[in-house]
């Protein structure tokens, strides 16, 4: 059986799950292959995530529910604004 892995992404309110979209992209460009999700409170539809989880109850730790149910053997979790901090 071959060890899955993944990067995932938590986000709550618009401007940080385009955020997410924007760093996700640079996994993309950077490791083509590798899975990414997103677990958001909104309403996304964005191809750039492999695959968008729901965030039934978002609470100030969101991210903790999302590391907890990630489909990935091995998960990187990366915060949205990952970007904007690296390239500011």
Not at 26 to 44: I, M, R, W
Not at 60 to 77: E, P, V, W
Request: charged content about 25%; some cysteine.
């Amino acid at each position: 059986m071959t060890e899955t892995i993944g990067v995932i992404f938590a986000t709550t309110g618009r401007n940080y799950t385009e955020l997410a979209a924007r760093a996700a992209q640079s996994v993309k460009d950077n490791c083509p292959g590798l899975e990414v999700d997103l677990f958001t409170d909104q309403p996304a539809d964005m191809p750039v995530f492999d695959r968008i989880h729901q965030l039934e109850d978002p609470w100030h730790r969101s991210k903790m529910d999302a590391m907890i149910s990630t489909r990935f053997d091995k998960t990187l979790y990366l915060d949205a604004d990952l970007f904007t901090r690296i390239c500011s």
